[in-house]
């Protein structure tokens, strides 16, 4: 998924409950950067084996290469791309810089402080100067609209925190994000069938009552900062809400719930595949806190959606969002496609589950996936290898994607929808 | 990707849908062609910079009305703005959009910008266009004109699409009024059906076709 030109960086075509993005296929500076460094340092903590070190690295650098003057980064916007100023996707990048760092820096080499001079000037030159509401006392969504969204502002309160570990400079934790997580605190709510779940957004001082297991489940890592910061009780016990209210919202199979409405109406589908990752990890977190819901589902559907050729699939149930009936047996071509947004939080939650001093098993991975899958109802085929990501119906090629090229090479009308 | 191009856009908003479905397909369109050469004949400044942060900068842009003042527009990429008659050939053209008044001149300017084997990609606006605010008020030239004046020039047409017509319309309304009723749940089920109703080919040889009427066209022609 590697692309060398306009800039290095992985790439690909995107799904995502908001939108698709098929087309713009360039190397996007967004939140992959968390799990792919964070998931390339599990390997490396777990191996001793400095090869996965350097490949963060490589990762780190092409952020370092991509940060404009100013301090964003292009094509920060994943679903959206190709544009910056990608909400949480720039405070996502600065988290996964921030791990770098503090893991060269505790090696005593000096690369760590250009990392962290890079997520220095994200933060603090560009989005905070552009998003902090000094008198909402929290980071916007929108420069110049009044709004917020709880799960990204915890990304930023993340990065915050990490960075001041790196810095010894607590200042920002103080400013910006104790208040915005009491912002958050806010937005969760304390009874009833959603209890623990977090409201999507507020926009022009309206609520949008949405809620998401998967952004509920984003806002925890944040919380445990913010206990760990101050030792008060109420971040850990908001985290162990939200990740409550995640499980209760999990189906049999392991999966979570899409979306739920108020009075208990959901829109279900289409349900994570790789990004469910990121719901266990905040379990896995909780756990020294007294979560005790049980991951060993929801691991099982994470490794049920892996391609032959080690992909992991986006979800199920693409083909159902607008009719949000049960889907058929052949996933939609959305639920298979590998997207590296996606699949970098299922990198770096099992990357995070192999135990200390391991040797990597030798695996004999085939490089290509020939999957059956299904587009409009109609049986198609999805191809994969090395150099191409590709969608068939009978004999008619609909979609190609020649791995590194920063447009898709053929995206019929049956798949130019956003 | 041309970050000053996206500062001056409004990078805390995103652009219509509209816009963003025909500047993907343009840029997925001629990115084959960019190593020789592309150009944008832009009716408004969002137009030409919305297609030229796509090609990361590296495209000619001849306005085709006078949106661009470099005094008013300090961050818009001065060395891009290009004059007609001593520009070099481009084997890719964006033309968006085609107006009333400087169709016919920017037709054969066109003609000898695009090489013999170029490939023209034409934004047409539809009946529904007047609210898309990047066009920057454009009064439309249509798609009847539009074809005509192609085929003068003997270009011919490859395919062509309509984006957010009726069906997407419908959907559309749907969505506001599940919002309005209480059911965000079925709005948003409506917004995913006008999402998957936004883009439509389109038979360009038929007089009449109700899928044209739409907000945006997209034609992609190359010389008989």
Redesign the interface.
């Known amino acids: 998924m590697r692309a060398a030109a306009p800039r290095a960086g992985y790439g690909g075509p995107v799904a995502h409950w908001w939108k698709n993005n098929l087309q713009f296929t360039g190397a996007a500076l967004d939140w992959r950067y968390e799990g792919i460094i964070n998931a390339y340092l599990n390997l490396y903590r777990a191996t001793n084996d400095r090869r996965w070190l350097e490949k963060a690295a490589r990762a780190g650098d092409d952020l370092i290469a991509g940060q404009f003057p100013s301090g964003s980064y292009p094509d920060s916007s994943f679903e959206q791309n190709p544009y910056t100023s990608g909400r949480p996707h720039e405070a996502a990048v600065d988290i996964g810089l921030c791990a770098l760092a503090a893991v060269l820096r505790a090696e005593g080499d000096p690369r760590w402080q250009r990392y962290a001079q890079t997520v220095q000037h994200n933060l603090y030159d560009y989005l905070i100067p552009r998003l902090w509401d000094e008198s909402a006392r929290s980071l916007r969504d929108a420069r110049h609209l009044p709004s917020f969204v709880p799960n990204k502002a915890a990304t930023f309160c993340e990065a915050v925190f990490l960075l001041a570990d790196l810095t010894g400079d607590a200042a920002g934790i103080a400013r910006y994000a104790l208040p915005t997580l009491d912002a958050i605190l806010k937005f969760q709510v304390q009874t009833g069938d959603l209890a623990g779940a977090i409201y999507q957004n507020q926009l022009n001082g309206v609520r949008v009552a949405r809620f998401m297991p998967y952004y509920a489940a984003r806002v925890v890592p944040a919380m445990l900062y913010g206990y760990a910061h101050t030792g008060r009780a109420v971040y850990v016990d908001a985290a162990l809400q939200a990740l409550r209210f995640c499980y209760r919202w999990r189906d049999p199979d392991g999966a979570f719930v899409q979306m739920i409405y108020p009075n208990g109406r959901v829109n279900r589908y289409p349900r994570w595949v790789a990004g469910a990752a990121d719901i266990v990890r905040a379990g896995d977190l909780l756990k020294p806190h007294g979560f005790d819901g049980d991951s060993a589902r929801s691991l099982t559907w994470i490794l049920d959606g892996q391609h032959p050729n080690g992909g992991v699939g986006t979800a199920r149930g693409f083909g159902s969002q607008s009719s949000q009936q049960a889907p058929g047996d052949l996933p939609e071509f959305r639920d298979i496609l590998p997207v590296c947004g996606w699949a970098d939080k299922a990198f770096r939650y099992l990357t995070g589950l192999i135990p200390a001093n391991a040797t990597l098993p030798t695996l004999e991975t085939p490089d290509r996936a020939d999957i059956e899958c299904s587009l409009h109802g109609r049986p198609a085929r999805y191809h994969e290898d090395r150099t191409v990501i590709e969608l068939w119906q009978r004999d008619t090629l609909l979609y190609r994607w020649n791995k590194g090229e920063p447009w898709a090479a053929i995206c019929t009308s049956a798949l130019l929808w956003k | 990707?041309v970050?000053t191009l996206?500062?001056t856009l409004q990078?805390?908003?995103?652009p219509s849908?509209v816009i963003?479905?025909v500047c993907?397909?343009g840029?997925?369109t001629l990115?084959?062609l960019h190593a020789r050469g592309l150009g944008i004949v832009a009716s408004s400044a969002d137009y030409a910079r919305q297609f030229l942060?796509?090609f990361?900068g590296a495209a000619a842009v001849f306005p085709s009305r006078t949106w661009y003042d470099a005094g008013k527009q300090p961050y818009f990429p001065a060395e891009c703005i290009q004059a007609p008659h001593d520009a070099p050939q481009v084997a890719g053209m964006i033309w968006a959009e085609p107006t009333p008044d400087t169709a016919a001149v920017w037709m054969r300017r066109i003609d000898g910008l695009l090489s013999p084997d170029g490939v023209l990609c034409v934004v047409v606006a539809g009946r529904l266009a007047a609210r898309v605010p990047e066009r920057g008020g454009t009064r439309a030239f249509g798609w009847r004109k539009t074809i005509q004046l192609l085929s003068e020039h003997q270009f011919e047409i490859q395919t062509a699409?309509t984006f957010h017509g009726l069906s997407s319309y419908t959907f559309a309304l749907l969505n506001a009024l599940w919002a309005r009723a209480g059911?965000?749940?079925l709005a948003?089920?409506a917004e995913?059906?006008m999402?998957?109703a936004?883009?439509?080919?389109v038979d360009w040889r038929r007089t009449v076709d109700l899928s044209r009427i739409s907000t945006l066209g997209f034609i992609v022609a190359a010389r008989k």
């Open positions: 990707m970050e996206d500062t990078p805390w908003q995103s849908l963003e479905h993907d397909l840029a997925q990115y084959p942060s796509r990361d699409f059911r965000p749940d948003d089920r995913f059906r999402r998957a936004f883009t439509r080919a």
